[in-house]
């Protein structure tokens, strides 16, 4: 059952940034106003680097391959993208909040992650198979 377990714990992981990666590569336009609305340089090259890691590194985790590597990639993803999308500082009230349940969402995440970098990816995975 543990087997399984670890299984569904790199789907559940990976999905999000499968959709997220793959939404933004199906609406270029969208996730350029994304990555422009947070003041980065170049954001059509920051979306393609985007883009590659969400859906490079999703991919890597949810088939359990080099995934160490690909989720400590997208444990220090989560991580600036928390910084940089979802500053609860000089906000109030309601939109406070929402920013402070959504870097603590990602906190959990990045939690996850670690645990995959500590124990890899189980022996449901390509890993496993190659060792």
Not at 84 to 111: D, K, M, N, P, W
Request: hydrophobic share 55%.
């Amino acid at each position: 059952m543990t087997d399984y377990g670890e299984l569904l714990a790199r789907i559940c992981l990976s999905a999000v940034f499968l959709w997220s990666g793959i939404t933004k590569l199906c609406d270029p336009e969208g996730g350029t106003a994304e990555v422009a609305a947070l003041h980065l340089p170049a954001p059509r090259f920051a979306l393609a680097l985007t883009i590659l890691c969400q859906i490079g590194a999703g991919l890597l985790v949810l088939v359990g391959f080099w995934t160490r590597l690909a989720a400590l990639v997208l444990l220090g993803f989560t991580v600036v993208a928390t910084l940089l999308a979802h500053r609860a500082s000089g906000l109030s009230g309601a939109a406070r909040q929402q920013q402070i349940t959504t870097s603590l969402e990602h906190l959990a995440i990045v939690g996850g992650f670690l645990l995959l970098v500590i124990y890899g990816a189980g022996s449901l995975s390509i890993d496993n198979l190659l060792r």
